[in-house]
């Protein structure tokens, strides 16, 4: 007998699938249960490995939760968008929005050992001009130092991400700047070292930011306490 298949189109189905999913959130939310779908964007590199090591243990506590990373090098409208949490590198004002400190992340020039070999040590800013650089995007191909020095960049190839930038400098391919939560092993096992750490001393605060409106989410709150590492930094941005 043959089988009578239904087909659906998922693009017809989905507002009534997300009416659903709401429907449930609002329920769960008058019980105070954790539950519904969580939207987070962030860069790879953070995605990879800052925040995807914690929502596993976050999902155990709370199985009805669901966690959605949308991954872009792009800053996109949280608010405009209808995302939930987002990552930004520096405290917004913005009265939308309420921000809570993550970590702070700091950034080192890491080559491959075997890059200096050919091209030398680097003992000053002003000597990377006979070097390569390791850029992201072309917009970023100057770098600037803690003793007021900045230092236009000759670079081949604009990596896109942080993650293809430490590849590339693992390949031997010239000098990265790269964030320090990738470069642990890296570092440890001798496959990058740091150059010019006298002349570079970069770091900024990783916030956890969410609209006013979605902040008022059990599912958004217990997402944003398992991320942050110090929960007394919450504050309220204001213009």
Do not use: C
């Amino acid at each position: 007998m043959p089988l009578n298949v239904r087909l659906w189109d998922y693009d017809l189905a989905k507002p009534g699938i997300e009416a659903a999913q709401a429907a449930a959130a609002v329920v769960a939310q008058r019980e105070h249960v954790v539950a519904g779908r969580v939207t987070f964007t962030t860069t790879a590199a953070l995605g990879q490995y800052v925040i995807a090591p914690r929502p596993p243990r976050l999902i155990e506590r709370y199985p009805a939760l669901q966690v959605e990373l949308r991954l872009t090098e792009q800053r996109i409208n949280i608010v405009a968008e209808g995302v939930d949490l987002a990552v930004r590198m520096r405290a917004l004002d913005d009265s939308e929005l309420v921000a809570r400190k993550m970590t702070t992340i700091r950034r080192h020039l890491v080559p491959a050992p075997a890059y200096l070999t050919e091209y030398g040590i680097p003992h000053h800013p002003s000597d990377l001009a006979s070097h390569r650089a390791i850029v992201t995007n072309q917009s970023l191909a100057r770098w600037r130092f803690s003793d007021s020095w900045a230092t236009d960049l000759r670079w081949n190839i604009a990596a896109g991400n942080m993650l293809v930038a430490q590849q590339l400098a693992l390949a031997w391919q010239g000098i990265a700047m790269l964030p320090d939560f990738l470069l642990t092993d890296d570092l440890a096992n001798g496959r990058l070292i740091i150059v010019l750490a006298d002349h570079l001393h970069d770091e900024a605060d990783a916030w956890l930011v969410s609209s006013r409106q979605r902040y008022q989410s059990l599912a958004v709150r217990a997402v944003l306490s398992a991320l942050t590492m110090r929960p007394e930094a919450t504050r309220s941005q204001q213009q």
